[in-house]
């Protein structure tokens, strides 16, 4: 039978995490973030008890929701962007003035551009850190997921991490010298 | 960088970490076979490794605010053939836009269905099979379907766009009066009842999805379109149900099969709310408060057996009510309590009249026993003044039946005279007992009880009706 294509999985998930966002905001704790490990565990529950489960296992569902998580909060960084340059000023939210959403010192829009380059030459090593990073996902689990060796996951994610690093702390403007 | 290139970073960046530091550049360069380049490149990682301290340690972070604002759409957006204009609502489930249909050039409410799993054909199709139905639905109290869309693999439903506010705005700020919460009610029946016979059940009514119009008249929105929610319920968790608990009927919320009886609820809760501006199931309260509304009791029966058998039925339940609150409201209104005054201030002027004479009689008999000079003149004094007054009483009396408009200003001529006609007719009845006196003690007690009585009328009685009848302002 084989999984189901994950790009129609992908929706699912994706209103699956904004329901799960939507639920903490009826409940009203402002300015409370949610570790994305969480976040996917919660949504994995609840779709796990969906019958018939549209996963075939944990790790695939893991995979496409660590996949999500990185867009919404790309999309989400990119919107905030776009607002500061006063494309969208009609609307900003309390919550936008009050709460830095942002963990201190990651910028996700640097990041995603690091890791889609990163992914150009190493898509394994841009799966671990999507996995580890926007999926919450730890050494062991990215091993299960990704198939290979708790091990193989550290070294790569060693290098992948330092790539990074440096990747995002050149600034754009210095694009042409950026490593590699 | 090549793949190839990569590879021997790899190789390079991998072999040295297992060094200890301070081998790690030596063993570079022996084992990068004079790629001087790709000795930088491994020993940069390498410091960047060293120096990266908790960078991407920790998984990303996530403001549930972000999540939920996710795919919204930008004003000026283009949506097939529609154009964003705002965002006007916003549930668990969806968002509500104003957008404009390029097409035909009006204004719609677009709701975005939340994404629906792409192989859930079923669903889809009963999604279409919906809409179609409450596009149906034909009534100035149901804001119209106008289309359901399927736009780059999303749905959209476009509707008839409402200005108006929400019903719930008006809740909030207290209890609704009577006769305007009944009337409201029957308008949302009105609504269930065109809906229910195109075969649509809202399944999600509540005051959220009651819009007032500027014009104060009720559109019921979201018919059919609600229950895509309640379709997606069954995707979320217990705890999060969505759509209002509050206003689902027990069998609704326990998932057996609904019908049409589950709409009859909602408007039973809406009813009592509106009525005590409070859910007739809050927290902490066993029964509703109140006879709120014998019909919102009816309808909010846990056994749908016990409810209303149809729209219809609540909706003649609701009519009888609102004219029975107009009635009742007939004797309530201020305007009508006067008029209760008045008829007492025209009773007054007439037991009045008549009292004063029957009293010539007695004062008649008065008069042979005081005999002489002296009983002619209290007979006659009381007389001529009992004449003034009972003339001035009738012709009050009459015009205020009969010429109501112009009784103001009768009572403006009439006021000296009367009270100057009453002061005589009293002080002549008291003069009278006094000079009966023994002779004829009855008599004596009958005029004076008369006078006292007479003269607390017009000094205390009549004040008080025709206050009452004509109020404090035009009181004379």
């Not at chain 1, 529950?45 to 893991?62: D, G």
């Not at chain 1, 000023?89 to 009050?98: A, H, I």
């Not at chain 2, 004003?75 to 035909?104: C, N």
């Not at chain 2, 000079?373 to 039946?401: E, K, P, Y």
């Amino acid at each position: 039978m084989g999984n189901p294509d994950p790009n129609s999985l992908m929706p699912l998930v994706y209103d699956e995490l904004r329901r799960i966002a939507a639920g903490y905001i009826r409940r009203e704790r402002p300015g409370q973030t949610l570790q994305a490990t969480a976040l996917v565990n919660e949504a994995f529950v609840r779709l796990a008890s969906e019958r018939p489960r549209p996963f075939a296992n944990r790790q695939h569902f893991v995979a496409i929701a660590a996949l999500s998580m990185r867009q919404i909060l790309v999309q989400r960084a990119r919107a905030r962007k776009a607002a500061k340059r006063g494309g969208a000023p009609d609307r900003v939210t309390l919550d936008e003035g009050l709460v830095s959403t942002e963990p201190p010192g990651v910028d996700v829009l640097a990041l995603d551009e690091a890791l889609t380059r990163l992914a150009a030459f190493d898509p394994a090593q841009a799966r671990i850190v999507e996995l580890r990073y926007f999926g919450g996902l730890t050494v062991e689990e990215t091993a299960e997921v990704m198939e290979i060796s708790p091990a193989t996951v550290k070294r790569q994610w060693a290098m992948a991490r330092a790539w990074l690093k440096r990747a995002v702390e050149t600034a754009p403007d210095d694009r042409a010298d950026a490593p590699l | 960088m090549t793949p190839e290139r990569w590879e021997r970073l790899k190789i390079l960046f991998s072999g040295a970490l297992d060094q200890p530091a301070e081998r790690r550049h030596d063993w570079l360069t022996r084992h990068a076979d004079g790629d001087e380049l790709l000795a930088q490149e491994a020993g940069a990682l390498l410091v960047a490794h060293d120096t990266a301290g908790g960078f991407l340690e920790e998984p990303a972070v996530v403001d549930p605010a972000d999540l939920a604002a996710v795919d919204e759409l930008a004003s000026g957006t283009r949506i097939g053939s529609y154009e964003i204009e705002r965002e006007i609502g916003r549930g668990g489930m969806g968002v509500v836009y104003l957008a404009r249909d390029l097409r035909l050039g009006r204004r719609v409410a677009l709701k975005a269905v939340p994404r629906l799993h792409d192989s859930n054909v079923a669903l889809r199709e009963r999604l279409r099979r919906e809409a179609r139905a409450a596009a149906n639905i034909s009534h100035t109290a149901v804001a119209t379907v106008y289309a359901l869309e399927e736009i780059d693999g999303r749905l959209f439903i476009a509707s008839e766009y409402v200005e108006g506010h929400p019903l719930r705005s008006e809740i909030e700020s207290g209890p609704l009066e009577r006769t305007r919460a009944v009337a409201i009610a029957a308008d949302i029946v009105r609504a269930l009842c065109a809906a229910h016979e195109a075969g649509v059940i809202h399944r999600d009514l509540k005051p959220e999805n009651v819009l007032i119009t500027g014009a104060g008249t009720v559109k019921v929105v979201d018919f059919g379109i609600a229950h895509v929610d309640s379709i997606n319920t069954r995707l979320t968790a217990e705890g999060e149900v969505v759509g209002t608990p509050a206003y689902m009927a027990p069998e609704q919320l326990i998932g057996s099969a609904v019908d049409a009886r589950v709409d009859i609820y909602a408007v039973g809760v809406i009813l009592a709310e509106m009525l005590t501006g409070q859910h007739p199931l809050a927290p902490g309260r066993r029964s509703m408060a109140i006879p709120a509304s014998e019909i919102a009791r009816k309808c909010i029966q846990t056994d749908p057996n016990d409810r209303y058998r149809s729209a219809g039925d609540l909706l003649a339940a609701l009519e009888r009510e609102l004219a029975n609150v107009d009635a009742v409201a007939e004797t309530v209104t201020p305007a009508v309590r006067r008029s209760a005054a008045r008829w007492w201030w025209e009773f007054h002027q007439a037991a009045v009249s008549i009292v004063y004479a029957v009293m010539v009689w007695p004062t008649w008999l008065a008069r042979n026993v005081i005999g002489g000079q002296a009983g002619n003149a209290v007979f006659v004094t009381v007389l001529a003044a009992a004449i003034v007054a009972v003339t001035l009483r009738l012709h009050l009396w009459f015009t205020s039946r009969s010429y109501s408009a112009e009784l103001g200003w009768a009572r403006a001529r009439a006021a000296g005279w009367t009270l100057v006609s009453d002061a005589i007719f009293a002080m002549g009845l008291v003069v009278a007992g006094v000079l009966v006196g023994d002779a004829r003690p009855a008599l004596a007690v009958i005029e004076i009880a008369v006078a006292v009585a007479a003269a607390t009328a017009f000094a205390v009685i009549e004040p008080a009706t025709t206050r009452a009848a004509f109020g404090q302002t035009d009181s004379l």
